[in-house]
């Protein structure tokens, strides 16, 4: 035998072994999808719960995320704990906190090309926002990998909710799901809103029982402040309909004007005359806005004003407001507002004022 066919009889050797190792590099990623997490750890789930104990005022977003974060940093294998500092983002979040949530995990997938973990938590993390796009990206991943059992879970939970609801998608992809992961539990998509804060009425009630006016002041603005945060869990996220945004968005604004009644009246009664002046100021420019732009709450606002100007003695500028009602009227024909409009006019013009 030659030296030359002597010599290349072991060069077949590393190839075939490169071969092999190929082969169980790829069983071995498709065990770890396989064996993807159903439920957190024992001591990772009380590490959470004893964060969410903790939890400060919903709008603290600094505060509430510490301890996600830590556990993320202790962590940075778990997708779950990944999934865990997700949802709490975007439960205590606004839009840039949301924005910088899918840019951090987008740059993490570009690190990661080939782990199925970052590709999904990057899809994962646009969830509420851009949820058609889940959608797409995660059928395509369980598609390829039909084992793993989270792309399972967040497409059936997707498609339990109001807005992507399928209900025959969401039993084939629950039922994947649960063989995957017998026993584990599904979340509602979206979570529950908060409550509107009930502070603006109890803060005038406290007012009609001649309360501290500085405490009902501070009520009613930590009312505002609460429900501003509320229509941040609405505003940015497409589980709610475009109808339903602009309804929150009404009634915050309403809201709004409740609020500066009541800081008007503190004011005064307070012995603060000027500070009331200069808010009526504000809210007239800001009523004067509203008709600008054909708000339906310009009507309503013009009465908040006519009351606080009748309560001040300011029967002109009172006047002027039932004036500018009359004008509003004359193109929007309305009985009720009609027979509102008398008995404004008759409480400012009544003799005994």
């Known amino acids: 035998m030659k030296l030359s066919a002597i010599c290349s009889v072991p060069r ?78 975007q439960g205590y979040g606004i839009e840039g906190h949301l924005r910088k949530l899918t840019e951090e995990y987008q740059v993490l997938s570009m690190q990661h090309p080939d782990e ?12 509420g926002r851009n949820t058609p796009s889940v959608i797409q990206q995660v059928t395509e991943m369980v598609a390829d990998h039909p084992e793993f059992a989270p792309g399972h ?24 799901f649960l063989a995957l992961c017998p026993g584990s539990t599904l979340q509602q ?23 501290d006016p500085d405490r009902i002041a501070a009520m009613a603005l930590e ?51 000027e500070k009331a002046a200069a808010l009526l100021a504000v809210m007239d420019q800001r009523a004067a806005s509203l008709h600008q732009g054909s708000d339906p709450g310009y009507w309503d606002a013009l009465t908040t004003l006519v009351h606080l100007y009748e309560e001040g003695n300011q029967r002109d500028s009172a006047t002027q407001k039932l004036n500018s009602m009359r004008r509003f009227l004359a193109d929007h024909p309305d009985p009720r507002r009609t027979a509102q409009l008398e008995d404004l006019r008759k409480q400012v013009e009544r003799p005994d004022r």
């Open 12 to 89: 077949i050797v590393p190839v075939h072994a490169s071969f092999v190792l190929l082969v169980l590099l790829a069983a071995a990623s498709a065990q770890r999808v396989a064996l993807a997490p159903c439920e957190l750890a024992p001591g990772i789930r009380a590490e959470l719960k004893k964060a969410i104990l903790r939890v400060a005022s919903p709008s603290d977003f600094d505060t509430n995320i510490v301890p996600f974060l830590a556990l993320r940093q202790r962590y940075p294998q778990d997708l779950l704990v990944h999934e865990s500092y997700q949802d709490a983002v």
């Open 116 to 127: 199925l973990m970052y590709r999904y938590l990057y899809a994962r993390s646009l969830l």
């Open 153 to 176: 879970r967040s497409l059936a939970e997707i498609y339990a909710s109001n807005a992507f609801q399928d209900g025959g998608k969401e039993k084939t992809e629950r039922e994947r």
């Open 189 to 211: 998509r979206p979570g529950a809103l908060p409550n509107s804060s009930p502070l603006v009425d109890q803060a005038e009630l406290l007012l009609a029982e001649n309360g």
């Open 223 to 273: 009312a505002i402040r609460d429900d501003e945060w509320r229509l941040q869990r609405i505003r940015p996220f497409d589980w709610y309909s475009v109808d339903y945004k602009r309804q929150s968005q009404r009634e915050l604004q309403a809201k709004y004007w409740r609020v500066w009644s009541i800081q008007v009246r503190c004011d005064r009664k307070a012995g603060r005359p």
